[in-house]
């Protein structure tokens, strides 16, 4: 039987994704959409905020993470 195992929310930014047996490292990030199967992430030395992630998008830089309905398995 699957278990879950979740740390403190404010350091997974999860957004409408599907994550299956997988395991996420520190401080990541996942965009809307985005489906993890079977996958080990490591994570981040800091965490981005939202203000973070919209002054990296302005700049034309790209934000640590995940994108945007990508789905890896």
């Known amino acids: 039987m699957p278990r879950n ?3 403190t ?3 997974l930014r999860l957004r409408e994704c ?3 047996c997988s395991i996420l ?3 990541s990030g996942l965009d809307y959409g ?5 996958t ?3 994570g981040t030395d800091y965490y981005l905020t939202e203000s973070g992630i919209a002054s ?3 700049e034309g830089k790209v934000p640590i993470g995940i994108g ?3 789905k890896i398995r």
């Open 34 to 38: 985005v489906e993890l199967q079977d």
């Open 9 to 11: 929310r404010m350091f």
């Open 68 to 70: 945007r309905e990508t």
């Open 5 to 7: 195992m979740y740390l």
């Open 40 to 42: 080990l992430m490591l």
């Open 25 to 27: 490292g520190e401080w």
């Open 56 to 58: 990296l998008l302005a």
């Open 18 to 20: 599907s994550v299956q």
